[in-house]
């Protein structure tokens, strides 16, 4: 089947379906990851996008039931270069094409990713109108569809991925736990789920409308604040709860997580001109003076000037492309969080030590009220 990408400033790019026939819009984004595009997709932090990975070549080992991050495929389309029709892996079930189609997701292969990234990174990230299907499609119906599309600034994104009632996560049904964390779904990964488990923390997971007054009733030794989707200052009744549970027990945030508590101490968010996506962005702990090698993905930012204006909380990371904040940290009020995913997923181990300073953050609260 013939397939379009078209953009909402006129450009137009042409190639073959590989997913489901359809049409579909979203803001595309380049992804520079090698590997982990089964994670990619199912990352809720995808969701309202339409993802343009660079390496050449996706699927050569498959898809399986194991390394989802979430429920559902949660991006609106996916773009490649190579689409592998045949892929070898011992764990492999199933073709990327055939993901796809079981999820009526667009897939289109054969464009030119390469000047597709380009455009994106000298022009930003834009809204998209993708079509795939027999016959043929006016490009300009589609770049108007395009134009039409609400984006992402000011929408609340969170509502289309958050859990609908309380969870508790517990893989491994017999074991006992020493901590039990309260964690805020706005797009919850698995993977954040599964360390948190082999950690022995016993996870109870609340929908991101959650008031503070649940959570306290619950009483936790801590609070997780997950990664998710879109502009974080418009999850306003997110930034409310956190205020209110901000001290009363150890917090820690990833991604939009760290952009919710960045808000809720006064702090301001701005979007990125392309975002941060991908398996090897660079970033300094300020606080050791190492270097980390994370996996990343979101499009808005903390403001730093305004974090440290507008509370008491320090800077404890730093992106080393752009310098932009990748850290918070206020030890009085017992909160740290990171723009980035010590989950890794896909992604490199560097980061990993930020769950463990979660574990020794509750253990400490723990003894200090014995």
Not at 304 to 324: G, Q, R
Not at 335 to 352: K, L
């Amino acid at each position: 089947m013939k397939a379009i990408v078209a953009l909402e400033d006129g450009r137009i790019f042409k190639g073959t379906s590989f997913g489901s026939p359809g049409e579909s819009t979203g803001e595309v984004v380049f992804n520079t990851s090698m590997t982990g595009y089964q994670e990619i997709l199912t990352d809720p932090s995808y969701s309202s996008q339409i993802v343009t990975l660079t390496y050449p070549l996706i699927g050569n080992y498959g898809i399986n039931d194991a390394d989802v991050e979430s429920s559902r495929i949660q991006v609106r389309g996916l773009l490649v270069r190579e689409a592998c029709r045949y892929p070898s892996n011992f764990k492999s079930q199933k073709s990327i094409a055939d993901y796809l189609k079981e999820n009526n997701i667009i897939g289109i292969e054969g464009i030119d990713t390469r000047a597709l990234t380009r455009h994106i990174r000298l022009q930003g990230a834009m809204k998209a109108a993708l079509w795939a299907g027999e016959g043929n499609k006016n490009p300009d119906d589609l770049v108007d569809k395009a134009r039409a599309w609400s984006g992402l600034v000011g929408v609340d994104c969170v509502k289309d991925v958050t859990c609908h009632t309380p969870y508790v996560w517990n893989t491994q049904k017999n074991s006992s736990y020493n901590f039990h964390v309260a964690a805020i779904d706005y797009g919850i990964k698995y993977n954040i789920l599964r360390i948190m488990d082999a950690l022995g923390c016993k996870i109870t997971v609340f929908p991101a409308s959650t008031d503070a007054d649940t959570i306290k009733r619950l009483n936790p030794d801590g609070i997780f604040l997950s990664n998710g989707p879109g502009d974080p200052a418009a999850v306003a009744y997110a930034v409310d709860t956190i205020q209110k549970l901000i001290g009363f027990k150890p917090m820690f945030g990833i991604c939009l997580g760290h952009q919710l508590i960045a808000l809720a101490i006064g702090a301001k968010t701005y979007k990125l001109k392309f975002g941060h996506r991908g398996a090897n962005h660079p970033v300094r702990n300020i606080k050791t003076g190492t270097i980390e090698i994370t996996s990343q993905n979101h499009g808005f930012c903390v403001e730093t000037d305004s974090v440290l204006k507008k509370s008491s909380a320090i800077i404890t990371h730093v992106n080393l492309n752009d310098n932009t904040c990748e850290g918070l940290e206020d030890r009085d009020q017992k909160f740290f969080c990171v723009q980035y995913h010590p989950e890794a997923a896909p992604g490199p181990h560097d980061s990993a030590y930020l769950f463990e300073q979660f574990i020794a953050l509750m253990k400490e609260e723990k003894n200090l009220k014995k």
